[in-house]
């Protein structure tokens, strides 16, 4: 361990010695984008702390090279330490919290015989602290070839080209009448974190399907009107065995340090394109529902208008039908869109007085059998809502609570299930089904605003 100590330092000594060297030699314009710890720091005589966590058991370690700010040690002075990582958890502070998360990371993605890469330049993770700035690396400092940490730090910088923007007049969603609601909805699942919040809200994870204003008729013989939101969820056809083989494959090609869900979320995304996601949905699947209703708020008279404030037994009625066909979820989501009247500043402030508004309307419907969720989007005078504005979080006020399925919605459910088999096999985690506004049949689409299925072209 004291030859490791001593590598470590002779190390040191030699990068701030070539970094010293490299900024004298450095122009203006590279020196203002130095990748490193801050210029001042390195250019003075400065100390070190260097953690190193090691574990017998496994063959790889953890650095954290620390700026030191103690008045009681020396100028130039280096303090080495080597700890394991159960005794850095002990700690509480932020530093040996890191490199304990760093190994843990690393612990999950070793396996036996793997090749370990060349220390990673962006692999290190920079952070400033209240008393200087530290770098957490996940391998020994001393194995990092200076020459390359110089070359990286001190590279010129590619300069930035803005493209033009092609203009055209915005589709505001304040201004649309009769396809208001299904193109507002549409436009907020267009952000995969609405997606995700609002199924993780009605309880479903991934893989899954969701269909947009899905024909009730398709699934209820002889409704009218549409559903405006059903989600199921898929399974993967993969056993634990070769889930495991799969991730172990993946996790080869990453950083050792990389985080797991990184790791994670590469695996289902793969799992899902080699077309591992079982097809077509299990009929006695976990099935989830919404309603969506869309106001509109002027910034200008400080109005909220909703077409659909005296309507809420009709709304009821249509969380009901979600039932009939076997949701054990329900919610109504209520979106509201603002009046483009401004920039972001105004938008930002509608957005505000617009959710403040929302008390007026929460009494929509009172049933304990279904959730409310809500949501602003706040518009811009100069692009429309698909390219710019300010949205909200998902608001859940109450959470819908998980009902059982109902036995007199088995035959809705195989419906379904046999509309829904028709399609090619899902290729995406999260996939989306429109019907199509030409031939009106169902398509998979690659995002949920496609509302077109190309039969117009291929005819």
């Known amino acids: 361990m004291q030859e490791q100590a001593e590598r470590i330092r002779a190390w040191i000594a030699s990068y701030l010695t070539a970094w010293r060297a490299a900024w004298d030699a450095a122009s203006e314009s590279t020196r203002a984008h130095v990748h490193t710890f801050r210029a001042e720091d390195l250019r003075a005589p400065v100390q070190f702390r260097v953690t190193l966590c090691t574990d017998p058991k496994y063959p790889f370690c953890t650095t954290a090279l620390t700026l030191a700010r103690d008045p009681n040690t020396p100028d130039g002075e280096v303090t080495i330490e080597i700890e394991a990582p159960d005794t850095l958890a002990q700690r509480n502070e932020y530093r040996a919290n890191m490199l304990v998360q760093y190994f843990e990371s690393m612990r999950q993605n070793y396996a036996p015989g793997r090749e370990f890469e060349p220390p990673l330049l962006n692999a290190g993770v920079r952070y400033r602290a209240a008393n200087g700035s530290f770098w957490v690396l996940p391998d020994d400092v001393s194995r990092l070839p200076i020459e390359e940490l110089i070359a990286h730090h001190f590279r010129e910088q590619t300069p930035h080209v803005i493209q033009p923007q092609p203009t055209f007049k915005p589709r505001h969603l304040f201004d649309l009448r009769q396809t208001r609601e299904e193109v507002t909805f549409a436009t907020w699942l267009e952000s995969p974190t609405n997606v995700r919040e609002l199924l993780w809200e009605l309880g479903i994870r991934a893989p899954c399907w969701y269909a947009i204003s899905l024909p009730r ?22 056993t634990n065995d070769e889930w495991r083989a799969r991730r172990t494959r993946i996790a080869a090609t990453y950083p050792l340090a990389a985080h797991p869900s990184r ?14 996601v079982g097809w077509p949905p299990d009929p006695s699947a976990t099935l989830v529902g919404v309603e969506v209703k869309v106001s509109k708020y002027d910034g200008t008279s400080d109005h909220l208008g909703a077409t659909h404030e005296n309507e809420g037994e009709r709304i009821v009625g249509q969380l009901k039908r979600l039932r009939q066909i076997g949701s054990v979820r329900a919610a109504l989501l209520h979106l509201i869109v603002t009046n483009p009247r401004g920039g972001w500043g105004t938008a930002d402030q509608d957005l505000a007085r617009a959710y403040r508004k929302l008390e007026s309307l929460m009494p929509l419907i009172k049933h304990d059998h279904f959730g409310y969720f809500s949501a602003v989007l706040a518009s811009v005078a100069h692009q429309d809502e698909r390219f710019a504005g300010s949205q909200t979080r998902l608001l859940a006020d109450p959470s819908p609570p998980t009902l059982e399925r109902t036995t007199d919605s088995d035959e809705p459910r195989k419906r379904l299930a046999e509309a829904l088999g028709k399609l090619p096999r899902p290729r995406d985690v999260i996939q989306p089904i429109r019907v199509c506004a030409d031939c009106k049949t169902l398509f998979r689409a690659f995002a949920p605003s496609a509302d077109q299925c190309g039969c117009t072209r291929r005819g």
């Open 217 to 238: 008729s398709m699934v209820l013989p002889g409704a009218s009107g549409d559903f405006d939101f059903v989600a199921g969820e898929l399974e993967f056809l993969m």
């Open 263 to 276: 790791i994670d979320q590469d695996t289902v995304d793969e799992a899902a394109r080699d077309g591992c």
